[in-house]
Structures are given as C-alpha cells and as structure tokens.
C-alpha cells in the first residue's frame, strides 16, 4: 500500500522559509509526478507543483514561480518543497501527492492517485 507522510509544517513569519518534506514508501516510484497542494478550511484544493520522478522536470503555477521550489531524492524516496519569501495568505494545509504515472494536466487534482495526511503551515504577519 502507498503511503506519503507529509514533514515539516509549522509557523513562521512573514517573509520566512520552510522546507517541507514528503516521504514515500509502498512502491517503486520510477515513474509518474510527485506533486504538492495546498487547502484552507472551506476552499478547493491549489496545485503549488510538481516534479517527475524520472526526468525532475518541475511544474509550477506563476503563483509560486520564483519562491517555491521542488526537488526531489530518488534513493530515498523523498520530495520536498522549499518555500521562501512566505506571506500570511500561504497559510494552508499542504498535501503531498503521487500519480501511478505520466500523463494528463498535474495541476488538477483529480490527475494524482495517493494522497497524504497533510502538514500545516502557518505564517503570521
């Protein structure tokens, strides 16, 4: 079974940095796009990225473009998303997310197959 265990999450100020960290496990993940979320209480699920696993072509919408920035470790099974220059209205849940493969529009999230439990992330003023 897949898992994706979200890290990372926490509070910090306005104009700060954080890494957050996605842990996977449960399969070979050779192909397909790790991807991040974000979600607050009541609204849609964003897309912030992604990135293939193979190729570690990243996807980003001009949102974030400049300040988020994914990577990705394949020995480890690890995704990450550094976010800098972080403003209140970050503020969210993040979600990371798998695809069982290529294909289709990643920025949706009906695209990605495994979800995980989401992190936290606060940033005050």
């Known amino acids: 079974q897949v898992q994706l265990v979200e890290s990372g999450g926490g509070l910090v100020q306005a104009g700060g940095s954080l890494r957050l960290s996605c842990a996977a496990s449960?399969?070979?993940?050779?192909?397909?796009?790790m991807g991040w979320f974000r979600q607050a209480p009541g609204k849609e699920r964003e897309f912030v990225g992604a990135?293939?696993?193979?190729?570690?072509?990243?996807y980003y919408p001009d949102s974030v473009k400049g300040r988020f920035t994914i990577s990705r470790d394949n020995a480890k099974n690890m995704v990450y998303l550094q976010m800098n220059s972080l403003k209140p209205e970050n503020t969210d849940v993040y979600y990371c997310?798998?695809?069982?493969?290529?294909?289709?529009?990643?920025?949706?999230?009906?695209?990605?197959?495994?979800w995980g439990q989401g992190t936290q992330v606060t940033v005050s003023s």
């Open positions: 997310a798998a695809t069982r493969a290529y294909g289709g529009d990643y920025s949706l999230r009906r695209s990605y197959d495994y």
């Open positions: 990135i293939s696993w193979s190729g570690g072509r990243t």
């Open positions: 449960g399969r070979t993940f050779s192909n397909g796009v």
